[in-house]
């Protein structure tokens, strides 16, 4: 694995929505890196979360770099709010674009990091033209849509696959606990999003201190 470095992203998608200023700031005591903010519309996944408003309020409540999720149908449509509302990456669906190339230049053009994520029955080849100008994969370990689901350890080939080919960041989303963790790091992660396991857990520091 070429990166030296692990970071650690936990998902709001299992905090306290009613109480979302605290819980972020319960993510900045527990030392983690990252903000993961699942965007959901109904339609590329069965299951609605929140919009670019949403990451607007977040942007004012912290500093740490919110990494934006979209498991959305036509992403093209949107990345601009997001990337207004305040975005610092923003993470697009390999299933949901027809010409991904244009999607990442139009992204990083504003000065926003532009990753690209496949679902677990989509094949790694399927983003290999694009290696070379993404700054983050994202490897889902579980079908997108919900948190709380069991981690699919036969996606670890495929990251092998991918580190293979590619020195940046490999985010791992999706099962995440500090078992899995280790192996999703193993196969050459080096970013862990995690939701269940860290809103759940009683000491959220030592549980993302668990994931590095
Ligand atoms: C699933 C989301 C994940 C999810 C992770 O569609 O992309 O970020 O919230 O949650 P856990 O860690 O509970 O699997
Ligand atoms: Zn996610």
Known sequence: MDKKYILVAPSILSADFSDLGNEIRRIEKAGADWIHVDIMDGHFVPNLTIGATVVKSLRRHTKLIIDSHLMIENPQRYVEDFIKAGSDIITVHAEAVPRLKPL??????????????IKPKTKASVIYGVLGLVDLVLVMTVEPGFGGQSFMQDMMPKIEKIRLRYK??????????????????????????????????KDMKKAV???R
Do not use: H, M, P, W
């Not at 985010?171 to 860290?198: F, H, M, P, R």
């Open 209 to 211: 201190a668990s994931l």
């Open 168 to 201: 940046g960041d490999i985010q791992v989303d999706g099962g995440i606990n500090a078992e899995t963790g280790k192996q999703a790091k193993a196969a050459g992660g080096n970013i862990l999003v995690a939701g269940t396991y860290l809103f759940k857990a």
């Open 104 to 117: 990442i230049k139009k992204i990083q053009s504003y000065g926003v990091r532009a990753g690209v994520s």
